[in-house]
Nanobody, 119 residues
Framework: QVQLVESGGGLAQAGGSLTLSCAAS????????MGWYRQAPGKQRELVAT???????NFADSVKGRFTIYRDNAKNTVYLQMNSLKPEDTAVYYC?????????????WGQGTQVTVSS
């Protein structure tokens, strides 16, 4: 069973920065993709950013130009660098990993880390 452990959340002021980390319990380059999602109170979980096994990235329009996703395969960790934070970025952030093995698709999720941005 794959475990994903997020860290780095907390309280930040608007305009500030935070970096989230997601440590996986196994080597990450075998995942087809990893990513970050977030869920604000009363809202559905939404995509923030993804990175594929070959390094292609994708971002939600709301975070383009402010957030960066990158991976360190040696540390089996994916990061989300968040700059120019806004109060609307407040949410629980979840790390995810996706793989297809032998035609079987699997999704894995972390427990989430709270990010709160004050105005």
């Amino acid at each position: 069973q794959v475990q994903l452990v997020e860290s780095g959340g907390g309280l930040a002021q608007a305009g500030g920065s935070l970096t989230l980390s997601c440590a996986a319990s196994r080597i990450i380059f075998r995942f087809n993709a990893m990513g970050w999602y977030r869920q604000a109170p009363g809202k559905q979980r939404e995509l923030v950013a993804t990175i594929t096994s070959v390094g292609s990235t994708n971002f939600a329009d709301s975070v383009k130009g402010r957030f960066t996703i990158y991976r360190d395969n040696a540390k089996n960790t994916v990061y989300l660098q968040m700059n120019s934070l806004k109060p609307e970025d407040t949410a629980v952030y979840y790390c995810s990993a996706f793989e297809v093995v032998g035609g079987l698709k699997s999704d894995y999720w972390g427990q989430g880390t709270q990010v709160t941005v004050s105005s």
